[in-house]
Structures are given as structure tokens and as C-alpha cells.
């Protein structure tokens, strides 16, 4: 049977991280998964990190503020076999909430 496992992140850097652990460490395809914002605003994330945040480099600037509306998700459709696997990787890069099955 089919699943989709849906985790929700604070940060692009966590969802970016949740994917990339899913991809090579789960060998999940990377058309099975998708990173959108929770609400219909473009969103960042609820709080800055990552390439949002200042780089700290000297003669690079930063324009503009990330849009910080709402979560964002990152989803996976899997076989039950993958859920629980993909639930605890969700869960280990910070996701906030973890639903599906």
C-alpha cells in the first residue's frame, strides 16, 4: 500500500537537510519527494537559517529579508515498508511535526 509521510520544518535549511538525508541515505527518489510552504504564501520557513541568514563574508550583502509566512513541508510518497524509516529521518534533521501513514 501506497503512503505519503508529510514532516514539517522551520527552517529551508532543515527541509533541504531532511532531503537530502532521504535521497542518499534512504535512497528515496527524488521525484517521490516535495518541499512546499504549509500555506498558500511563499515561505522560508518560520525562523532564518542557512543561506537566509547573514553569510558573513566580507563583500557580501544581503538583500532583503526571507518571506518567514508559515512551516514548510517536505512530503514523500512511500510503500508502509519506507514510513517508519523516513518518519524517524524527518524527525532527526528537526522536523516539528510528522504525520502520514
Keep these: 500500500m501506497q503512503s505519503t509521510i508529510t514532516g514539517q520544518f522551520a527552517t529551508r535549511r532543515e ?16 521525484s517521490s519527494v516535495s518541499v512546499a510552504p504549509r500555506g498558500v504564501a511563499n515561505s522560508a520557513g518560520t525562523r532564518v537559517a542557512g543561506a537566509d541568514a547573514e553569510s558573513g563574508h566580507p563583500g557580501v550583502e544581503k538583500h532583503g529579508d526571507p518571506e518567514l509566512n508559515d512551516l514548510i513541508e517536505v512530503s514523500v510518497g512511500c510503500s508502509e515498508a519506507e514510513a517508519g524509516k523516513i518518519e524517524t529521518t524527518m524527525k532527526s534533521v528537526g522536523a516539528r511535526q510528522v504525520a502520514g501513514r
Design 15 to 30: 527541509a533541504e537537510l531532511a532531503v537530502e538525508r532521504l535521497v542518499q541515505e534512504l535512497g528515496i527518489e527524488r
